[in-house]
């Protein structure tokens, strides 16, 4: 099995490297990720200029480190070496749950993957610092990630684990509340400027992504690439 | 009603001051859009960095743009002009149909709204060369426009012009077929590079955005955001 690990946090991230490890005891593993973090990038792709790839070593891998967004590796990866199976991407340095997966770079690489008929897992977990510690999610990564491989018809996944997991659960996006607003600040010259800054979302609905990682337990929501609201327009074309 | 008008084509863009011009036929209109294209920016935001917003005078609406992406401007908007009821963006220079909806700046600002809890129309129309005429599309644009506004219950809509309407249709997003890819080529210097170019998608399937806007009819499709697959989701928490 064909494995393309990317992220969204930059090529020389230690969550990319941690992902990559288990990456390797499931199939061939080669990284293509962006030269720079890319945090916040959504499904952005470059349509304006070219994109570059250079050669790098990834603690035992090979690497490609692209001059653009998540979703640009995805594509670019998945051109040059033929015959990928899926496309894990992560673990993201901070959790991607409910809606501010929207922004997530490191979703839309497996929203990418998807969209090229690929299969994609998007990995996230808590922001610890500057040399993140990754044995005590370990044997949950491999566990969801044979979970996931088993199970072929899930074609896009998002998993976050908490930081010190004690099981695993199958959940649905919080989309109850958006945790991102913006405030003013001052620069150092007193001139007005603004920040989007994230706000804390508190009780999550149970189900939830976010409330299963609060709950200390592994969140697995399946998703699926179709924006259309079926419940409204259905209403709408059924009027006279 | 108060109705902010940004875009992902820049605060110059002649589609936007078509969109304000029809805006302010239906209430109090005012622009804040990025400062410079963020074509293809999908739903990123900026977070690393401070957002600062400049006057301008656009036609003659008040104006502020913004250096950052269209979700940036509709979160620094509705912070800087309270009781926004709904964000109108577009009309984007060019069509925003299909799974090319993913990488829409012009898409996201409206999801961006409807995450903050008001509502979001996002306009496209195909891209006619230097100075569009939106002449042939006005009464459409009013139509729509009309009917998106009274049904409050729809919070998020995507609407593809084509260039001569013969109709308007409410439609589904066109799922089946994904239209970017990435090709080889060589710089000046005789070095590879690649773009991510579009590739064009044929026979359409019919009720979706894209056939409709092939048959000279304008899309009208109803969004939500919510990327969970309920589907696979029930099936998994099913199962014993």
Redo the contacts between chains.
């Keep these: 099995m064909r494995i393309l690990v990317t992220n969204d946090d930059g090529v020389f991230s230690p969550g990319l490297c941690a992902l990559a490890e288990a990456a390797t005891r499931f199939g061939d593993v080669r990284i293509v990720a962006p030269d720079v973090?890319q945090?916040?990038?959504?499904?952005?792709?470059?349509?304006?200029r070219?994109?570059?790839?250079r050669r790098a070593r990834i603690g035992r891998f090979d690497a490609w480190r692209v001059n653009?967004t998540p979703?640009?590796c995805v594509?670019?990866g998945t051109?040059l070496w033929e015959h990928v199976d899926i496309v894990f991407s992560g673990i993201n340095l901070g959790l991607n749950v409910g809606?501010s997966?929207?922004?997530s770079g490191t979703l839309?690489a497996a929203?990418q993957a998807a969209?090229?008929?690929f299969r994609g897992i998007a990995f996230s977990a808590p922001e610890t610092g500057d040399d993140p510690d990754y044995s005590s999610i370990r044997s949950y990564l491999d566990t969801v990630i044979r979970e996931v491989l088993g199970r072929p018809?899930?074609s896009?996944v998002?998993v976050n684990f908490p930081m010190r997991p004690r099981g695993v659960r199958?959940?649905?996006?919080s989309?109850r509340h958006?945790d991102?607003?913006?405030v003013?600040?001052r620069?150092p010259m007193g001139?007005e400027?603004?920040?989007?800054v994230p706000v804390p979302i508190e009780a999550p609905e149970p189900g939830t992504d976010r409330w299963a990682v609060d709950e200390g337990l592994v969140s697995v929501?399946?998703?699926?690439?179709?924006?259309?609201?079926?419940r409204?327009?259905d209403q709408?074309?059924a009027e006279p």
Tied chains: 1, 2.
């Design positions: 973090e945090s916040s990038m959504a499904h952005a792709i470059t349509s304006s070219p994109l570059l790839q653009g979703a640009d594509a670019l051109h809606n997966m929207w922004h839309a929203k969209l090229l008929g018809e899930l896009l998002n199958w959940t649905c996006q989309v958006y991102g607003r913006v003013p600040a620069d001139r400027q603004f920040w989007f929501t399946p998703l699926r690439l179709d924006l259309t609201d079926h409204a327009l709408l074309l």
